[in-house]
């Protein structure tokens, strides 16, 4: 089944607790992405991928890390937690870049920093 | 900047009644239009989608959208609602700049509430 999976789906961590969210996608894609959703917000995006070892910042890098070493694999790390990143975060791919290509999105971590 | 809006954050509607949650949009260049839906403790769900072509694109689960160009909109209907459509929904546009080729820009999301 082709699929995007994120890891873990529920976290509660303490702040400057260093973590990490993994995302691992079975398609094939080159093109990953991060993004947090915020109540009045919707999704906003932290970091992307155009592919293995290419990474950009979107809208809100600020606090977060990426790593792109494998194609299918694209973890969030957060180096030093704050509960301003308390949020549902998502993971999302795609084929590449073309014109109108369809995101594919994870199914979400909820992460509550105390 | 690219960017879309959502006006109501609350939809509310009886089952069998038509529905329409609303998007406009504001782009440089041509408009990549996208609706996706978020049930209950799940991801997003891609519905449909505008590139080119004709104005009425038709999506899964039976909602179509409607591209506007003179009103800069891209308003999401369905003709009968069923309870189980009840979700947050989430206009985007795509970015086709050369730096930010490829990005999303999320509205801030409606929530739809379909009564029995």
């Known amino acids: 089944e082709a699929q995007v999976t994120q890891n873990p789906r529920y976290l509660i961590t303490v702040t400057g607790k260093k973590l990490t969210v993994t995302c691992s996608q079975n398609m094939n894609h080159e093109y990953m992405s991060w993004y947090r959703q915020d109540p009045g917000l919707g999704l906003r995006q932290i970091y992307y991928s155009m592919n293995v070892e290419v990474t950009d910042k979107g809208d809100v890098p600020e606090g977060y890390k990426v790593s792109r070493k494998e194609k299918r694999n694209f973890p969030l790390i957060l180096e030093s937690p704050s509960p301003n990143q308390t949020s549902l975060y998502f993971c999302?791919?795609?084929?590449?870049?073309?014109?109108?290509?369809?995101?594919?999105f994870g199914p979400g971590t909820r992460l509550l920093v105390l | 900047a690219q960017s879309v809006a959502q006006p109501e954050d609350q939809v509310n509607v009886a089952e069998g009644n038509p529905l329409t949650v609303k998007c406009t949009y504001s782009?440089?260049?041509?408009?990549?239009l996208f609706w996706y839906v978020q049930y209950p403790n799940r991801g997003l769900q891609f519905l449909l989608k505008y590139i080119t072509g004709d104005n009425l694109v038709k999506g899964s689960y039976g909602f179509e959208a409607e591209f506007n160009k003179s009103q800069t909109s891209f308003h999401l209907k369905k003709p009968s609602a069923l309870v189980s459509d009840s979700a947050l929904y989430f206009c985007?546009?795509?970015?086709?700049?050369?730096?930010?080729?490829?990005?999303?820009?999320f509205g801030r999301g409606t929530q739809l509430t379909v009564w029995p």
């Open positions: 782009v440089s260049g041509n408009p990549y």
């Open positions: 999302a791919s795609s084929a590449d870049n073309g014109v109108g290509v369809t995101q594919y």
């Open positions: 985007a546009v795509r970015d086709e700049r050369g730096s930010t080729l490829g990005r999303l820009y």
